[in-house]
């Protein structure tokens, strides 16, 4: 290819690039002259593309790696910016991913375990940053099953021994809470629904924080919790506008999903503000529901320590009943003893405080108690000889066989 | 003898010239087991120690000799004296039972020190006390060889409490009502028995599959009978904040509220696998025996433990 310019030797136009053995060089047709030689090019040969070579392709990194892992690995990168991760977690994403393929137990599984097998390790890096990641968020990013990338993930966790630290809640409501529409006047909000972000986080998170102090966190699904108290804390700010909206209603206009659980999440968050609001004095001469409580959040947050300790009674060692209800506490303090207890509608004990339990002890299932072995049973010694009626009675008489065989058509 | 015991004041080596090679240690592992064998304080010249329990026939300074050196005694062996508190009862009947013992002579002895001249100190509290709930056996899985090719189908045919589906599951179901078991039988002749709540009942149960077999006409024998895994479960009665162990107890637990409401937590030593509730309750699985278990409880009940006051 010619190239302009002319020779410094020979003033001579024909300017030729051609290749010493395998360097480049400029050299003029007439006299000879090298004019340039040896250009390191970071531009592609062909000129006009003038892009950057990347390290990784200059340095054929990426041919050794296989097609399957290059995929793999720029499908966690994509997803990494699609969730705006910082470009660490990305780095440290891509390494678990590797490890984890190198692994002989994830070598050979299908292409849709491997794909999942990105996800989760975008999952660990950002929980162990404690960034806030729900396995739904992924799951849907993902289009997986839940119950493989289930499978998926903690088959990772064990196979490269990685401790992942516990979801924190308080951020995730700082996430989930950013996900609804709430904060900005819109078409199909009404005014008195708009609210303020920045209160609306700070109080969901003291309800959050009530209720996994009062156990209704553990063992539960975080998402659900978290939006039963964005409902709560969201009706608390405005009540007299906002008391009328269900929940169903105002997750549709936030634009998130209502997942089943939340009902009973928000019953069980109400009742828990019930009982605090038994011991808040000037409540005590209103007779509350789980309508009107609503309208003194506020206050009862501001109390909580003391309203907690008060309305329940926080000696765990010798309240050991898990079926009996609060009116039967033997140890209950007589301070909480409080003289105009505020009716409630289903519930007539709960004037005494109750155990402060998960719910699950308080509402035990009525469950089928398997007998202890008696100790007839616990005499067997497995070699005990086996009568023939006892097995013949397992057997099928020849009539029965032959009209069994009629019926099922056996071959 | 006073000047050996004063040459050496801090001596472990055997007060009496005499070779007291009591295998007083051997009956000391005997009679404690293993509840000792974890705590390591276990002094290697035990033996020395034990000579103060020899019989006392004379007293006088000797004593206070040997009160002094109790004093440094108990200064560097502080748990392990309160053990020799203990073991001495049995060492008393033990020593004079023993005709290997060298009894020494009552001057030559260490003379024994009553008890009561022992400066008391406060027993040490084993490290873990027993929980005193015992893990109920659940279900036992277990295997045995029948060692013979078996036709699903003929059996199913032929007998009442079987079901055999060969396009979900490749193996005869079949269940008894006594001991109240399931079996899965394969056409290798292979079997598994599940659902025996004790050890013993797994094996008999497994005895009356291959009776039953046996009685269809195939040559069914009974061999390579294993207990392939134990689940036990009980209750600690109070609850657990999961948070909270999962934090402390991070390289052994998997908490995940949004797979799981329960903790899994892999114990190493023994080799189990734990399931811990918030209300409580714990699974225990991944034994081979039964003592497997109760170890694997007896381990996680004191960490539990510091769990229960919560906030």
């Given at each position: 290819?010619?190239?302009?310019?002319?020779?410094?030797?020979?003033?001579?136009?024909?300017?030729?690039?051609?290749?010493?053995?395998?360097?480049?060089?400029?050299?003029?047709?007439?006299?000879?002259?090298?004019?340039?030689?040896?250009?390191?090019?970071?531009?592609?040969?062909?000129?006009?593309?003038?892009?950057?070579v990347?390290?990784?392709?200059s340095?054929?990194?990426k041919?050794?790696?296989?097609?399957?892992?290059q995929?793999?690995?720029?499908?966690?990168?994509d997803?990494?910016?699609?969730?705006?991760?910082?470009?660490?977690?990305?780095e440290?994403?891509?390494?678990?991913?590797?490890?984890?393929?190198?692994?002989?137990?994830?070598?050979?599984?299908?292409?849709?375990?491997?794909?999942?097998?990105?996800?989760?390790?975008?999952?660990?890096?950002?929980?162990?940053?404690?960034?806030?990641?729900?396995?739904?968020?992924?799951?849907?990013?993902?289009?997986?099953?839940?119950?493989?990338?289930?499978?998926?993930?903690?088959?990772?966790?064990?196979?490269?021994?990685?401790?992942?630290?516990?979801?924190?809640?308080?951020?995730?409501?700082?996430?989930?809470?950013?996900?609804?529409?709430?904060?900005?006047?819109?078409?199909?909000?009404?005014?008195?629904?708009?609210?303020?972000?920045?209160?609306?986080?700070?109080?969901?998170?003291?309800?959050?924080?009530?209720?996994?102090?009062?156990?209704?966190?553990?063992?539960?699904?975080?998402?659900?919790?978290?939006?039963?108290?964005?409902?709560?804390?969201?009706?608390?700010?405005?009540?007299?506008?906002?008391?009328?909206?269900?929940?169903?209603?105002?997750?549709?206009?936030?634009?998130?999903?209502?997942?089943?659980?939340?009902?009973?999440?928000?019953?069980?968050?109400?009742?828990?503000?019930?009982?605090?609001?038994?011991?808040?004095?000037?409540?005590?001469?209103?007779?509350?529901?789980?309508?009107?409580?609503?309208?003194?959040?506020?206050?009862?947050?501001?109390?909580?320590?003391?309203?907690?300790?008060?309305?329940?009674?926080?000696?765990?060692?010798?309240?050991?009943?898990?079926?009996?209800?609060?009116?039967?506490?033997?140890g209950?303090?007589?301070?909480?003893?409080?003289?105009?207890?505020?009716?409630?509608?289903?519930?007539?004990?709960?004037?005494?405080?109750?155990?402060?339990?998960?719910?699950?002890?308080?509402?035990?299932?009525?469950?089928?108690?398997?007998?202890?072995?008696?100790?007839?049973?616990?005499?067997?010694?497995?070699?005990?000889?086996?009568?023939?009626?006892?097995?013949?009675?397992?057997l099928?008489?020849?009539?029965?066989?032959?009209?069994?065989?009629?019926?099922k058509?056996?071959? | 003898?006073?000047?050996?015991?004063?040459?050496?004041?801090?001596?472990?080596?055997?007060?009496?010239?005499?070779?007291?090679?009591?295998?007083?240690?051997?009956?000391?592992?005997v009679?404690?087991?293993?509840?000792?064998?974890?705590?390591?304080?276990?002094?290697?010249?035990?033996?020395?120690?034990?000579?103060?329990?020899?019989?006392?026939?004379?007293?006088?300074?000797?004593?206070q000799?040997?009160?002094?050196?109790?004093?440094?005694?108990?200064?560097?062996?502080?748990?392990?004296?309160?053990?020799?508190?203990?073991?001495?009862?049995?060492?008393?009947?033990?020593?004079?039972?023993?005709?290997?013992?060298?009894?020494?002579?009552?001057?030559?002895s260490?003379?024994?020190?009553?008890?009561?001249?022992?400066?008391?100190m406060?027993?040490?509290?084993?490290?873990s006390?027993?929980?005193?709930?015992?893990?109920?056996?659940?279900?036992?899985?277990?295997?045995?060889n029948?060692?013979?090719?078996?036709?699903?189908?003929?059996?199913?045919?032929?007998?009442?409490?079987?079901?055999?589906?060969p396009?979900?599951?490749?193996?005869?179901?079949?269940?008894?009502?006594?001991?109240?078991?399931?079996?899965?039988?394969?056409?290798?002749?292979?079997?598994?028995?599940?659902g025996?709540?004790?050890?013993?009942?797994?094996?008999l149960?497994?005895?009356?599959?291959?009776?039953?077999?046996?009685?269809?006409?195939?040559?069914?024998?009974?061999?390579?009978?294993?207990?392939?895994?134990?689940?036990?479960?009980?209750?600690?009665?109070?609850?657990?904040?999961?948070?909270?162990?999962?934090?402390?107890?991070?390289?052994f637990?998997?908490?995940?509220?949004?797979?799981?409401?329960?903790?899994?937590?892999?114990?190493?030593?023994?080799?189990?696998?734990?399931?811990?509730?918030?209300?409580?309750?714990?699974?225990?699985?991944?034994?081979?025996?039964?003592?497997?278990?109760?170890?694997?409880?007896?381990?996680?009940?004191?960490?539990?433990?510091?769990?229960?006051?919560?906030s």
């Amino acid at each position: 290819m010619a190239a302009r310019g002319s020779c410094p030797a020979c003033g001579s136009a024909a300017l030729v690039e051609d290749a010493h053995y395998a360097q480049q060089q400029l050299v003029c047709a007439a006299c000879g002259c090298v004019l340039a030689e040896g250009l390191l090019t970071t531009t592609y040969t062909e000129e006009e593309h003038l892009r950057e070579v990347a390290y990784s392709q200059s340095t054929g990194q990426k041919e050794q790696l296989s097609r399957c892992l290059q995929r793999g690995i720029r499908r966690v990168q994509d997803l990494c910016k699609v969730l705006h991760l910082p470009t660490m977690f990305e780095e440290t994403a891509v390494s678990y991913f590797q490890r984890a393929l190198q692994h002989p137990s994830f070598h050979l599984v299908s292409l849709e375990k491997k794909e999942l097998l990105g996800g989760c390790c975008i999952f660990v890096t950002c929980r162990q940053h404690n960034w806030p990641l729900t396995m739904g968020t992924i799951c849907s990013l993902l289009y997986a099953k839940q119950e493989l990338f289930a499978s998926v993930y903690l088959s990772l966790q064990k196979e490269l021994g990685l401790s992942v630290p516990a979801l924190s809640l308080v951020d995730l409501v700082k996430t989930h809470l950013n996900s609804f529409r709430l904060f900005q006047q819109a078409a199909d909000i009404p005014a008195p629904f708009v609210e303020d972000k920045e209160k609306m986080v700070a109080r969901t998170m003291q309800i959050v924080e009530l209720a996994s102090e009062t156990w209704l966190v553990t063992g539960r699904h975080p998402v659900p919790i978290v939006t039963a108290a964005a409902f709560l804390s969201w009706q608390s700010l405005q009540p007299a506008a906002r008391l009328t909206c269900t929940f169903a209603r105002f997750c549709k206009l936030a634009g998130v999903d209502l997942p089943p659980p939340a009902h009973l999440r928000l019953k069980e968050l109400l009742d828990i503000l019930l009982r605090m609001a038994s011991q808040l004095a000037w409540l005590r001469v209103f007779n509350m529901d789980r309508k009107t409580v609503v309208k003194h959040i506020g206050d009862l947050l501001q109390h909580r320590i003391f309203l907690l300790k008060n309305a329940f009674c926080l000696e765990d060692e010798e309240e050991q009943h898990d079926a009996a209800p609060g009116e039967g506490s033997p140890g209950s303090p007589p301070a909480a003893q409080e003289e105009g207890c505020p009716s409630e509608g289903k519930r007539q004990h709960e004037d005494s405080p109750r155990p402060l339990l998960p719910p699950c002890l308080i509402n035990p299932r009525k469950r089928l108690r398997t007998a202890a072995l008696s100790s007839s049973d616990s005499a067997i010694t497995g070699n005990e000889p086996i009568s023939d009626s006892e097995i013949e009675q397992y057997l099928r008489g020849p009539e029965e066989i032959r009209a069994f065989r009629k019926a099922k058509a056996w071959p | 003898f006073k000047d050996d015991l004063s040459t050496s004041p801090q001596a472990f080596t055997p007060m009496s010239p005499y070779d007291v090679d009591l295998p007083i240690q051997t009956t000391e592992d005997v009679l404690f087991g293993s509840q000792f064998n974890q705590l390591k304080e276990l002094p290697a010249d035990f033996s020395s120690v034990d000579l103060s329990f020899l019989p006392d026939i004379s007293h006088g300074n000797k004593e206070q000799n040997l009160s002094e050196n109790n004093h440094e005694m108990q200064k560097e062996l502080d748990g392990s004296i309160s053990r020799n508190e203990d073991s001495s009862i049995f060492m008393d009947e033990g020593s004079l039972s023993y005709p290997d013992a060298t009894q020494p002579s009552p001057e030559a002895s260490g003379v024994c020190p009553p008890l009561t001249s022992m400066t008391p100190m406060t027993p040490v509290t084993p490290s873990s006390e027993s929980s005193g709930i015992v893990p109920q056996l659940q279900n036992i899985v277990s295997t045995v060889n029948l060692a013979c090719k078996l036709d699903l189908k003929n059996i199913a045919l032929h007998a009442r409490n079987a079901e055999y589906n060969p396009k979900r599951f490749a193996a005869v179901i079949m269940r008894i009502r006594e001991p109240r078991t399931t079996a899965l039988i394969f056409s290798s002749g292979k079997m598994v028995c599940t659902g025996a709540k004790s050890e013993e009942q797994s094996r008999l149960a497994a005895r009356k599959y291959a009776r039953v077999v046996q009685k269809l006409g195939f040559p069914a024998k009974f061999l390579d009978f294993k207990i392939q895994n134990m689940v036990g479960s009980c209750d600690v009665r109070f609850p657990i904040r999961l948070e909270g162990l999962v934090l402390t107890h991070q390289q052994f637990s998997s908490y995940e509220p949004e797979l799981f409401p329960g903790l899994i937590y892999r114990m190493v030593k023994p080799r189990i696998v734990l399931l811990i509730f918030v209300s409580g309750k714990v699974v225990l699985t991944g034994a081979k025996e039964r003592s497997e278990i109760y170890e694997a409880f007896e381990n996680i009940y004191p960490i539990l433990k510091g769990f229960k006051k919560s906030s």
